[in-house]
Nanobody, 120 residues
Framework: QVQLVESGGGLVQAGGSLRLSCAASGNIFRVNAMGWYRQAPGKQRELVAVIISGDSTTFVDSVKGRFTMSRDIAKNTVYLQMNSLKPEDTAVYYC??????????????WGQGTQVTVSS
C-alpha cells in the first residue's frame, strides 16, 4: 500500500504565500510522477502542476510565474510553493502520484486534500 500525506494549507491574504507538501510512503519502487490538483466549490477538479521523472514540470496557465514545484527524491516528497496568491486560487488542493509499487504494478494515488483559502 501507498499513502500520500499532504500539509501546508491554510488561510492567507491576497498577495501572500503558502507552501504545500506531499509525502509518499509505503511499498514504493518508483515514483513516476507527482502533482497537484485543485477543486473549487462548484467547479471541476483541475490540474495545477505536475513533475515527472527527470524533473520536467508543467503548470496550468493561471499559476505560471506564481507557483513553483520542487521535489526531494530521497523523501518521495514534492512541494508546491504558491506566491502572489489570489482569491481565485481558493480551493481544496489534492496531491496525486503515479507510483510503481514493489510488486511492479503502477497505480494512481490521491491525498486527502488540504484547504487553501485566499481572502481579498
Amino acid at each position: 500500500q501507498v499513502q500520500l500525506v499532504e500539509s501546508g494549507g491554510g488561510l492567507v491574504q491576497a498577495g501572500g504565500s503558502l507552501r504545500l507538501s506531499c509525502a509518499a510512503s509505503g511499498n514504493i519502487f518508483r515514483v513516476n510522477a507527482m502533482g497537484w490538483y485543485r477543486q473549487a466549490p462548484g467547479k471541476q477538479r483541475e490540474l495545477v502542476a505536475v513533475i515527472i521523472s527527470g524533473d520536467s514540470t508543467t503548470f496550468v496557465d493561471s499559476v505560471k510565474g506564481r507557483f513553483t514545484m520542487s521535489r526531494d527524491i530521497a523523501k518521495n516528497t514534492v512541494y508546491l510553493q504558491m506566491n502572489s496568491l489570489k482569491p481565485e486560487d481558493t480551493a481544496v488542493y489534492y496531491c496525486n502520484a503515479r507510483i510503481q509499487g514493489t510488486n511492479r504494478l503502477v497505480h494512481d494515488y490521491w491525498g486527502q486534500g488540504t484547504q487553501v483559502t485566499v481572502s481579498s
